[in-house]
């Protein structure tokens, strides 16, 4: 954890400017966003870069990190900065996450409540395409489904150890 100090609540343009600086810093480490949460004493910052993101670039992403936000704001209260990444057990946010899974096997949750499983063939800016392998009469059937991002409350890879 990084000290940081910053003048009292924040507000929407305040949040905004520390997006804009994690973009910044992100886009020169060929990382990207998938979670911030500000919380009263803490600012965590998820992140991920592809093919995976590492310890040693989590750390990076903080001291640039630290740096430019001293350099941005006026800072009064102490605030611990952490970067990590999203971890496994967190659900995909970003597109590029969805891209990044293909060919693995997600559980996906529909806001109407129906879960599926199966592996991500395809993804865009409006869809993800399963192949769901269905057991009906005896026989496994396999079929490809397209859901509306729309549609979709989580999704989770699948870990298989």
Do not use: W
């Amino acid at each position: 954890m990084s000290p940081l100090l910053f003048n009292g609540m924040l507000n929407a343009s305040d949040e905004q400017r520390i997006r804009t600086v994690i973009a910044e810093v992100l886009d020169e480490l060929d990382a990207y966003l998938v979670d911030l949460r500000i919380r009263t004493d803490k600012v965590q910052v998820f992140v991920d870069r592809d093919p995976h993101i590492t310890i040693e670039d989590c750390a990076r992403i903080n001291r640039s990190l630290v740096r430019r936000l001293d350099e941005a704001f006026s800072f009064t209260s102490r605030y611990a900065l952490e970067v990590s990444s999203p971890g496994l057990d967190q659900p995909l946010r970003v597109l590029r996450q969805f891209r990044k899974n293909i060919g693995r096997s997600v559980d996906v949750v529909l806001y109407s409540g129906e879960k599926k499983r199966g592996v991500l063939l395809y993804v865009d800016e409006d869809k993800v395409i399963l192949e769901e392998t269905i057991r009906e009469k005896k026989q496994n059937i396999v079929r490809q489904t397209e859901l509306p991002f729309v549609n979709i409350k989580s999704t989770l890879v699948v870990i298989n150890f």
